[in-house]
């Protein structure tokens, strides 16, 4: 089985600023790993993934996370926010199966 | 195309009421997965349809908890004799096969809050 803590709850940050979201995870098994983002009032939809290759990986709107095997991590961060990306941040992880284990989710919001 | 949706949006109900949850998957997505998000909590599996194989129940959290699945497509959430423990999001996903790697598509949520 496979768990994932979100380490911090809130994170308020102001518009241009960098923000930078932990995860960090435990598996007995290789994972694939996810950032899942609901906008307010809308569904869950997938931010970005790591399958394999390059650690590194970016999604359209600016976000990157780094997957880095010996510290179990895989943390989110955008150099610059916008009012828009205020919204709850998920990560999770998929082990030997296809069974998502979510984290507890964290709260962005964006100030002017 | 049309996105996962889910119905009723919210459901209040009294204590010792069953409720349905329906699920209508992304046409063509074979696989479909229930999860329950509880406040403050991350979502935590309940119950894994692929095609016509047997579904995987091992998330379901008591007997009173049920979900079929008519061929690849509407799912039900039955929740029997409704406990105020039972109050939380409710949200459904479906993906292509079920593989682990691929993204899993959500719904909006059906909101439950049992009084």
């Known amino acids: 089985a496979q768990s994932v803590t979100q380490l911090d709850s809130q994170v308020p940050v102001f518009e241009e600023a960098p923000v930078e979201l932990r995860c960090n995870y435990s598996?007995?098994?290789?994972?694939?790993l996810f950032w899942y983002v609901q906008y307010p009032n809308q569904g869950l939809q997938l931010l970005l993934k790591y399958l394999s290759g390059s650690t590194l990986v970016e999604s359209i709107n600016g976000f990157e996370a780094e997957f880095n095997k010996s510290q179990t991590s895989f943390h989110l961060r955008k150099p610059s926010v916008h009012i828009s990306d205020t919204a709850e941040y998920f990560c999770?992880?998929?082990?030997?199966?296809?069974?998502?284990?979510f984290g507890a989710g964290t709260t962005v919001t964006v100030r002017a | 195309g049309a996105g996962v949706s889910q119905s009723p949006s919210n459901k209040v109900t009294e204590k010792g009421k069953d409720v349905e949850l329906r699920c209508d998957p992304i046409?063509?997505?074979?696989?479909l997965y229930w999860y329950r998000q509880r406040l403050g909590q991350g979502l935590e599996f309940l119950i894994y349809?692929?095609?016509?194989?047997?579904?995987?129940k091992s998330g379901l959290p008591s007997d009173r908890f049920s979900a079929e699945r008519t061929g690849e497509s509407v799912s039900t959430l039955t929740i029997q004799r409704t406990q105020q423990e039972d109050s939380a999001v409710y949200l459904c996903?479906?993906?292509?096969?079920?593989?682990?790697?691929?993204?899993?598509?959500f719904g909006p949520g059906t909101r439950l809050l049992v009084l």
């Open positions: 999770a992880v998929s082990g030997y199966d296809y069974k998502l284990s």
């Open positions: 598996s007995s098994v290789s994972v694939y």
């Open positions: 046409s063509g997505h074979t696989a």
């Open positions: 996903a479906s993906s292509l096969v079920g593989s682990r790697e691929e993204t899993q598509y």
């Open positions: 349809f692929q095609g016509n194989s047997a579904p995987d």
